[in-house]
């Protein structure tokens, strides 16, 4: 059984540039062979899809609302995904999860939470004006 924890999470003030990194680590599995993703939920609001990274960290996908501030990584050596989110807004104010797809990257709908099979509990990010 793959266990993911997430990290990093905390109130940051847009005023002082509005940077974070969340961190996922993660136990019981062959992590260097997950797909691995970001995926954010909001007050009353469905989960979205953030990021994504293949098994090699050469291909990622990203949300539009997040293209240009938030930065995906991996480090297998650590079996750990990372967050960098730069330029945060309030709008990026959500609960943040971490998720793991035993799967190929080729033809895997990345967006899509039904294709994660592992998730963290979250880590709350709240940005403040």
């Known amino acids: 059984q793959v266990q993911l924890v997430e990290s990093g999470g905390g109130l940051v003030q847009t005023e002082t540039g509005g940077s974070l990194r969340l961190s996922c680590a993660a136990s019981?599995?062959?992590?260097?062979?997950?797909?691995m993703a970001w995926f954010r939920q909001a007050p009353g609001k469905e989960r979205e899809f953030v990021a994504a990274i293949n098994w090699g960290g050469g291909s990622t996908a990203s949300a539009d609302s997040v293209k240009g501030r938030f930065t995906i990584s991996r480090e297998n050596a650590k079996n750990t995904v990372y967050l960098q989110m730069n330029s945060l807004k309030a709008e990026d104010t959500a609960v943040y999860y971490c998720?793991?797809?035993?799967?190929?990257?080729?033809?895997?709908?990345?967006?899509?939470?039904?294709?994660?099979?592992?998730w963290g509990q979250g880590t709350q990010v709240t940005v403040s004006s």
């Open positions: 998720a793991a797809a035993p799967s190929s990257w080729g033809g895997l709908r990345v967006e899509s939470t039904t294709e994660y099979k592992y």
């Open positions: 019981g599995g062959f992590f260097s062979r997950y797909v």
